[in-house]
Protein backbone atom coordinates (compact mmCIF):
# COMPACT_ATOMS: atom_id res chain seq x y z
CA UNK A 1 0.00 0.00 0.00
CA UNK A 2 2.69 2.55 0.90
CA UNK A 3 5.38 1.43 -1.64
CA UNK A 4 6.34 3.84 -4.12
CA UNK A 5 5.07 2.68 -7.76
CA UNK A 6 7.35 3.39 -10.50
CA UNK A 7 6.59 3.92 -14.27
CA UNK A 8 7.91 0.90 -16.51
CA UNK A 9 11.93 1.38 -17.96
CA UNK A 10 11.79 3.12 -20.83
CA UNK A 11 11.96 0.85 -23.82
CA UNK A 12 13.32 3.22 -26.27
CA UNK A 13 16.60 2.73 -28.13
CA UNK A 14 19.43 4.78 -27.15
CA UNK A 15 20.34 7.78 -28.97
CA UNK A 16 23.31 7.45 -30.72
CA UNK A 17 26.50 9.59 -29.61
CA UNK A 18 28.07 12.21 -31.85
CA UNK A 19 31.66 12.19 -32.19
CA UNK A 20 32.84 15.74 -33.17
CA UNK A 21 36.33 14.10 -34.69
CA UNK A 22 34.61 11.70 -36.94
CA UNK A 23 31.64 14.29 -37.78
CA UNK A 24 29.22 11.01 -38.04
CA UNK A 25 27.15 10.09 -35.05
CA UNK A 26 28.83 6.57 -33.28
CA UNK A 27 26.52 3.94 -32.90
CA UNK A 28 26.33 2.50 -29.13
CA UNK A 29 27.51 -1.52 -28.96
CA UNK A 30 24.62 -3.21 -27.96
CA UNK A 31 23.88 -3.29 -24.19
CA UNK A 32 24.44 -6.91 -22.68
CA UNK A 33 21.36 -7.49 -20.29
CA UNK A 34 21.19 -7.02 -16.34
CA UNK A 35 22.58 -10.04 -14.13
CA UNK A 36 19.33 -11.16 -12.36
CA UNK A 37 18.58 -10.04 -9.11
CA UNK A 38 19.98 -12.14 -6.34
CA UNK A 39 16.91 -13.08 -3.87
CA UNK A 40 15.50 -11.29 -1.27
CA UNK A 41 16.88 -12.59 2.17
CA UNK A 42 16.22 -10.76 5.69
CA UNK A 43 18.24 -8.13 6.64
CA UNK A 44 20.66 -8.75 9.17
CA UNK A 45 20.61 -6.72 12.23
CA UNK A 46 23.67 -5.28 13.19
CA UNK A 47 22.69 -4.09 16.76
CA UNK A 48 23.15 -6.85 19.40
CA UNK A 49 20.36 -8.65 21.45
CA UNK A 50 18.72 -7.74 24.83
CA UNK A 51 19.75 -10.26 27.36
CA UNK A 52 17.82 -9.71 30.88
CA UNK A 53 19.85 -11.98 33.29
CA UNK A 54 17.71 -12.21 36.56
CA UNK A 55 19.81 -9.36 38.08
CA UNK A 56 19.31 -6.88 35.80
CA UNK A 57 15.26 -8.31 35.00
CA UNK A 58 15.32 -7.20 39.17
CA UNK A 59 17.08 -3.59 38.69
CA UNK A 60 14.72 -3.15 35.94
CA UNK A 61 11.62 -3.97 38.36
CA UNK A 62 12.69 -1.80 40.71
CA UNK A 63 13.80 0.87 38.41
CA UNK A 64 10.00 1.01 36.91
CA UNK A 65 8.63 0.36 41.21
CA UNK A 66 10.73 3.61 42.18
CA UNK A 67 9.24 5.40 38.82
CA UNK A 68 5.44 5.05 39.46
CA UNK A 69 6.08 5.90 43.15
CA UNK A 70 7.91 9.18 42.42
CA UNK A 71 4.89 10.18 39.73
CA UNK A 72 2.33 8.63 42.15
CA UNK A 73 4.14 11.01 44.76
CA UNK A 74 4.07 14.19 42.43
CA UNK A 75 0.72 13.70 41.44
CA UNK A 76 -0.65 13.34 45.16
CA UNK A 77 1.28 16.23 46.02
CA UNK A 78 -0.54 18.13 43.03
CA UNK A 79 -4.16 17.19 44.45
CA UNK A 80 -3.37 18.44 48.01
CA UNK A 81 -2.08 21.61 46.94
CA UNK A 82 -5.26 22.38 45.18
CA UNK A 83 -7.65 21.05 47.77
CA UNK A 84 -5.40 23.26 50.22
CA UNK A 85 -5.86 26.34 47.89
CA UNK A 86 -9.69 25.45 47.80
CA UNK A 87 -9.67 25.25 51.02
CA UNK A 88 -7.95 28.35 52.12
CA UNK A 89 -10.15 29.99 49.55
CA UNK A 90 -13.35 29.15 51.16
CA UNK A 91 -12.51 29.95 54.15
CA UNK A 92 -11.27 33.38 53.09
CA UNK A 93 -14.61 33.69 51.26
CA UNK A 94 -16.55 32.81 54.84
CA UNK A 95 -14.79 35.47 56.61
CA UNK A 96 -15.00 38.52 54.12
CA UNK A 97 -18.77 37.96 54.01
CA UNK A 98 -19.11 37.81 58.10
CA UNK A 99 -16.81 41.10 57.77
CA UNK A 100 -19.19 42.87 55.18
CA UNK A 101 -22.34 41.83 56.63
CA UNK A 102 -21.23 42.89 59.79
CA UNK A 103 -20.18 46.29 58.46
CA UNK A 104 -23.56 46.44 56.62
CA UNK A 105 -25.42 45.74 60.20
CA UNK A 106 -23.72 48.60 62.08
CA UNK A 107 -24.53 51.31 59.80
Do not use: E, W
Request: net charge positive; no cysteine; proline share 15%.
Amino acid sequence: MFTPKYPPKDTAPAPAAYSPAAGAPVVPAPQTPAPAPAPAMAPVSNRPTVQLTPGSALALAAGGGAVVLVVGAVLVSLLLAVAITGLSTAVVAVVLRSMLKDFNNHR
